[in-house]
């Protein structure tokens, strides 16, 4: 008999009356009026919620709790059942960028049901006033008996400043709401696998299969190719773990009682169906056959493919010389930079790239691996490997590979080369970052994958030499490894260039930028994860939260962008007493502003026209620095972005 478990995270209620004929409510009294009316959000930005639509006719003195099944707006609430007369523009424009014209206030109630939390939240292009605020709050709780604690969302820049002279009316932050959160959707996929339980710390000693859907207490530093993820630790869409799982399609949630929930523990070390849905999950058992047959379906589906590396270029190249179409000679991380340095002239940003930049092509690095036998090594090891890999055998195989890396010495006449294009360029301190040709491939992300170092002149502890060994042998990697093997790459056509620039030691702040709404489907907005000073956005201490926001001047208009619009999701808690945000809210926008220029250009000139998808999910990965006490804004990483 095969065991059921389920976390259905939807209250299902029982009402008597007929959702094809209600249109609205004036009143909310009970759970079955919520229920006849409530649907989801129109975001996904927090998981565990249901939403219901309110509006306030102004003139008539009307409240209207809105059917979510008939009307996913409340412009077409007023225009469908209202009779609004006017076109949705002139709508937008009297009732949420005006005060003074107004026939409607609108707003959302959401219910964050695991804590039976009512909040009310308004568009955030909505200039609502502090007076239209109280009235608009009042009405409610007259006419919503199932709270009357209904606390006001501070959900942009402009909310936070107008709630200090709100006074009597709670509110609430989105640092309360992410952080009381229980569970986190992070890719809606299904797989079979066994179940088993690992704790961060142990994860690359525990010999972790591919066929293991992992329950994992705390964040891994790494993540080998697994068939399903729950982690204890809430993630940014952005941290490596969400970017690896949604590369692989691994079906992967945050889920906080994880690790001691009892129910979960009956499934231990037993053959399960795990499926993540909108805003629940499901484990079901399922036979040891079951699980055999879904992976021997997967592996037969997957092709080999052989990297193509062009070893002809056996020189440095400055920056200038290099474009996205260099990927070949030099790596997808330096070929994508060269596009970005020469887009940033052109279009004449404020924002800058990395000064001193040039790259290392691919042949000093085949040179090197073929030199002392190390490429033949990997061949031979590739070539034995019959129908699969012993954990502990690649683990010692890529050891040795490393190790025979940095004990061999670079070639002079290079070395030379090199520190040359170092002091020509007049920054003592040089970061060398990997840049391989196995990444920023069509499904392969690549992130996270392989190390970048640091090199000093003149410096035996950072030197130079030890900087670029370091990098090329991150290429073998036992994670870099494994997530090639998952997707089919030949082993033996990796390479690994380098792209080298000027270091910024003590940075005042970094995060990430994509270019699309992850929250909402077609519709704008750039998603920005930052922290305070080095400390990593995309694979952070066990912990620490970065300030994650939507910001939506990537177009100047008048009901959007002139707004200089600034959404949070939550906030940094490693900020120091002096600051309250990471992130200035001019410095967000004109982010979003340069950004969305670069986002253009790209569009135009790669986005390929036979693909399915708009501007709007047309998604660009960037990574970003503020530096200096002038705080300069730079861009040092550009990709796409899938998911």
Partial sequence: MRRFFSFILICMSTYSFSQDSTHFLSQISSEDEYALLKGDPNTSKFGEVDAVKVLYDIINDSIYFINSDYYNYHVSFCMDYLGYDKNSWKFNYNNYTTNDKRAYLMGTINRFYKKNIFTLEFSVADNISIAQVKTFHQKIIENFQLSKDLKLFLNTNR??????????????????????????ILNQKEAYGNLVFV?????????????DIVIVNGTPKELPPVAGVITTDFQTPLSHITILCQNRGTPVIAF?????????????????????????????????????????????????????????????????????????????????FGELVKLVKELELTSKTPEAAFAIPFYFYSNHMNTFGIQDRISQFVTSKGEGYDDKMVRDFLS?????IMESKLDQRFLSEVSKQVKKNGFTRVRFRSSTNAEDLDGFNGAGLYDSKTGILNNQKKSIELAIKKVWASAWNYKAFMEREYFGINQESIAMGILCHRSFPNETANGVVITKNLYRNNYRGFVINAQYGETSVVNP????????MICYSDKND?????????????????????????????????????????KMAYYSKFHDQNKEG??????????????????QLYIKQIRPFQN
């Fill in 159 to 184: 909310m936070l400043v107008l709630s200090s002279n709100l006074i009597g009316i709670e509110t609430i932050s989105a640092s309360d709401i992410y952080e009381g959160q229980s569970l986190q």
């Fill in 199 to 211: 704790d961060a710390k142990d994860i690359e000693t525990a010999q972790v299969k591919y066929t």
């Fill in 256 to 336: 906080k009682d994880a690790w001691k929930d009892s129910l979960l523990r009956l499934f231990e070390n037993k053959s399960v169906r795990f499926t993540v849905h909108k805003d629940s999950f499901e484990i079901i058992n399922v036979e040891t056959t079951d699980v055999d047959k879904y992976w021997k379906t997967k592996r037969d589906s997957i092709q080999s493919i052989s990297l193509y590396t062009d070893t002809s270029i056996q020189s440095i190249l400055p920056i200038d010389l290099i474009n996205k179409n260099s990927i070949n000679i030099v790596g997808g991380k330096a070929a994508n």
């Fill in 400 to 404: 040795d590979i490393r190790q025979q």
């Fill in 541 to 548: 201490p066990d912990g620490v939260t970065c300030e994650q």
């Fill in 558 to 598: 008048s009901f959007y962008g002139k707004k200089k619009i600034v959404e949070y999701l939550s906030y940094s808690n490693m900020l120091p007493d002096s600051l309250d945000k990471v992130m200035l809210t001019k410095e967000v926008t004109l982010l979003t502003e340069e950004i969305s220029k670069i």
């Fill in 614 to 631: 708009t501007y709007y999910n047309y998604g660009l990965d960037l990574e970003f620095k503020i530096y200096g006490s002038e705080r």
